[in-house]
């Protein structure tokens, strides 16, 4: 039977709500009829929604509205990872909001989804300060339907396979969007002394330009959680966004508004997985920690010049003094 021979509320109806967004994509390329049922706003909606529940929220909606395509144009930004070489361009006119559109899940479990609008007005006192999203106030919890039970070890190792996020960033001025998450955790450590559970969520991108001068760096997510030893009930105590430099240190307002708009911009390609972002961000860790050694050894052989030229000026001192 021929494509065409299929009633098109059925093809609508019990086919394509059946496709995910990477399937239907392609399918709509290979027909002009199955482009035009394809494009149907309601299916790109109900997928957006089934992946992340976060689009929901009005805020969302009112700004994936103005997108090109409305929600394949969202699908089309928010689900590939751009791509990880940047070129920043600081003349970009700066956008004075940002929205989070924020979804964890543990298995098929969401444990917690929120939308944040963040002001990114250039003022000085932004452009100045280090840039950082928190989507929790201190000493806030949220609590979950996901329970865990025995032993510790094999509860950190659940989170690290099973625990996925997305975190996605919304332009409303140049109607772009992109996930700089990368999925699933790239480290997971214990905090020691609050023994709470610390899973960090990254993409790295090697930025060239006027800005960062061919430096990597790091959309970096942390996301602290707990389990109540009452009930093993796990808990979310803590999320947020920073952008940090080679170093590990936090970019202004100004610098990490360049590096995000550029990754809204920059070219989209089909992800690698987890398994490469976790290489790229131990790869940043590595060059990282070469750093360091290399300032720290510049340092000794600073403190030895230094060491070196009080001696001779103490001995010339004396010398002239005594004679």
Same mark, same amino acid.
């Given at each position: 039977?021929?494509?065409?021979?299929?009633?098109?509320?059925?093809?609508?109806?019990?086919?394509?709500?059946?496709?995910?967004?990477?399937?239907?994509?392609?399918?709509?390329?290979?027909?002009?009829?199955?482009?035009?049922?394809?494009?149907?706003?309601?299916?790109?909606?109900?997928?957006?929604?089934?992946?992340?529940?976060?689009?929901?929220?009005?805020?969302?909606?009112?700004?994936?509205?103005?997108?090109?395509?409305?929600?394949?144009?969202?699908?089309?930004?928010?689900?590939?990872?751009?791509?990880?070489?940047?070129?920043?361009?600081?003349?970009?006119?700066?956008?004075?909001?940002?929205?989070?559109?924020?979804?964890?899940?543990?298995?098929?479990?969401?444990?917690?989804?929120?939308?944040?609008?963040?002001?990114?007005?250039?003022?000085?006192?932004?452009?100045? *300060?280090?840039? /950082?999203?928190? +989507?929790?106030?201190?000493? @806030? =919890?949220?609590? &979950?339907? #996901?329970?865990? $039970? !025995?032993?510790?070890?094999?509860?950190?190792?659940?989170?690290?396979?099973?625990?996925?996020?997305?975190?996605?960033?919304?332009?409303?001025?140049?109607?772009?969007?992109?996930?700089?998450?990368?999925?699933?955790?790239? *480290?997971?450590? /214990?905090?020691? +002394?609050?023994?709470?559970? @610390? =899973?960090?969520? &990254?993409? #790295?991108?090697? $930025? !060239?330009?006027?800005?960062?001068?061919?430096?990597?760096?790091?959309?970096?997510?942390?996301?602290?959680?707990?389990?109540?030893?009452?009930?093993?009930?796990?808990?979310?105590?803590?999320?947020?966004?920073?952008?940090?430099?080679?170093?590990?240190?936090? +970019?202004?307002?100004?610098?990490?508004?360049?590096?995000?708009?550029?990754?809204?911009?920059?070219?989209?390609?089909?992800?690698?997985?987890?398994?490469?972002?976790?290489?790229?961000?131990?790869?940043?860790?590595?060059?990282?920690?070469?750093?360091?050694?290399?300032?720290?050894?510049?340092?000794?052989?600073?403190?030895?010049?230094?060491?070196?030229?009080?001696v001779v000026f103490l001995m010339a001192f004396w010398s002239f003094?005594?004679?």
């Amino acid at each position: 039977m021929a494509l065409t021979e299929i009633h098109q509320d059925i093809i609508q109806t019990n086919i394509l709500t059946r496709l995910d967004g990477q399937t239907l994509a392609s399918a709509g390329c290979t027909s002009s009829l199955l482009q035009s049922l394809c494009s149907d706003e309601k299916l790109w909606s109900n997928i957006c929604s089934s992946n992340w529940p976060s689009t929901d929220e009005a805020l969302v909606n009112q700004a994936i509205s103005n997108f090109p395509s409305g929600y394949r144009s969202f699908f089309s930004d928010s689900f590939p990872s751009p791509s990880h070489r940047l070129t920043t361009i600081s003349s970009q006119p700066q956008t004075s909001q940002i929205i989070s559109s924020v979804d964890l899940r543990y298995h098929d479990k969401l444990v917690f989804s929120k939308v944040e609008s963040t002001n990114t007005t250039p003022n000085d006192w932004f452009q100045s *300060s280090p840039f /950082r999203i928190d +989507l929790l106030e201190p000493k @806030e =919890l949220i609590p &979950s339907v #996901v329970k865990f $039970s !025995g032993d510790e070890q094999v509860m950190q190792s659940n989170l690290e396979k099973h625990m996925t996020l997305s975190w996605i960033l919304i332009d409303p001025v140049q109607n772009r969007a992109v996930n700089v998450s990368s999925k699933k955790p790239v *480290s997971v450590q /214990r905090n020691w +002394l609050t023994d709470e559970i @610390e =899973l960090t969520f &990254s993409f #790295v991108a090697l $930025s !060239g330009g006027s800005v960062h001068d061919n430096y990597y760096v790091n959309c970096n997510i942390e996301i602290t959680c707990g389990v109540k030893r009452t009930c093993g009930e796990l808990y979310v105590s803590g999320m947020s966004l920073t952008v940090q430099d080679i170093d590990g240190k936090c +970019l202004n307002g100004k610098n990490s508004m360049v590096t995000l708009q550029g990754l809204t911009a920059a070219e989209r390609r089909s992800s690698g997985g987890g398994d490469e972002l976790k290489e790229r961000y131990e790869e940043y860790i590595q060059k990282r920690r070469e750093r360091k050694e290399m300032m720290e050894r510049r340092e000794r052989r600073l403190d030895m010049v230094c060491v070196a030229g009080g001696v001779v000026f103490l001995m010339a001192f004396w010398s002239f003094a005594l004679y």
